[in-house]
């Protein structure tokens, strides 16, 4: 379904009204929902299907997942948390899993943001440098 620039620049200016402080408000993105869904004005999908995506986009760029081969220890996950709010300007939920088939190293997503330090991922690159 194609979005017209008037339902994404309303979609834009709903989600900004959703923002307190810079951090998304839960009970008003309820509310814009709520409101949209009972108003249904002209592109209503869109318009929802848009403000989900900038909701979604929002919600993962303050979540980091960190993947690693083994445990890590709790002075090794607070380092991450520090050194990555600090390089987001912000604090961020950590979730961390335990990946075996990384081999070693760790893999840290924040958002769209991949960072790949495996030795997984460094064995498939040197192969495709071989090939």
Known sequence: MKISKE???????????????????????????NQIITSKPRGYHGMLDSFAALVRNEVESQRAVVESATFLTADIQADLKSSLSQKYGRELA?????????????????????????????LEALKASLS
Request: one cysteine or more; a positive charge.
């Open 7 to 33: 339902v994404r620049r309303t979609s834009r200016q709903l989600f900004r009204v959703c923002l307190v402080n810079g951090k998304l408000d839960d009970s008003r993105v309820r509310l814009v929902v």
């Open 94 to 122: 950590l979730e961390f899993h335990i990946k075996p088939e990384l081999l070693g190293g760790i893999r840290v997503k924040v958002g769209s943001d991949v960072w790949d330090g495996s030795v997984k991922a460094r």
